[in-house]
């Protein structure tokens, strides 16, 4: 299976703003963030929009995602149907938000929209086809992650908006989803490794000339140190290790550091589309059995 780019920015894009915006309604139910939630909800829903442009280009042809609109089981129906109810939270979070702290029960509701996008944005992977993606740990990384990311640009957006009551948080939440993705790729490690795949024996492909098939009863291997070793390791190390580490070393910190979240937010980005190009690679195993 090629790396679908476009599936990739897409996933990764409204993971980051539903981690923004969830982190943003968690302020709010605390009474925190009046100084962030504007500019934290345009930036959620700028990159929302920036994802949703993404998922047309894998489409190629706009047209198309009407034939996967036509039922409701289907996981791209079910993902837009959660983003629309985002976007509709985030319009009323916005507008209510305008003169002063949104109320409490808007920030409960932008955090249950943002939760209920990254479970079914999760939920369209798990598939008894690929069995190297069909595990639950898959909804503990994406949430970490969009955790991760949402969490290092609100402590940017802080310290733009001088918010130094809010800041503190989001540096502590960045440390703790940061070491949950650790956590969570290293135990996906043992997932992969244990997934059962259907032995019907393998053939030549004469569309694939030069694909060789892989060793799917080893794949713990391949992703420690095969040849989905590099990617798989940079998600770990850029996508969870480094902002945890940034995070605990500014825990205790008097002001924010925006190179730090700088930083952060963007080893997230490419730890995010690693661990992305993993699952689309692992994927590629099924396709040369018959």
Known sequence: MEIQWPLVIFTLCVCLSAGIFALQGLLCVLGKGEKTQNLAVITSFAV??????????????WSRIFNGFGHLSSGITQELIGIVVMVVVMAVFFVLGRKGLAP?????????ASFIVVALLTTSYLMP??????SPLLYLFYFAQALVGGAAALWIIGGITQDEESTPLMIKCTAVSGAVVVVSLLAYIAVAGSAEFADFGSTYDTTQPLVVPLDTSNLTGQLLSGPFALPFWLSVIFGGLVPAALGFLKWKGQQPALPMAAVCIICALIGGVAFRAVLYLLGFTVVALF
């Open 104 to 112: 409490k029960w808007a920030g409960g509701l932008a955090i249950l």
């Open 129 to 134: 086809s690929r069995p190297v993606w069909s």
């Open 48 to 61: 929302l929009v920036i994802g949703g442009i993404a998922s047309f280009l894998h489409l190629e042809h």
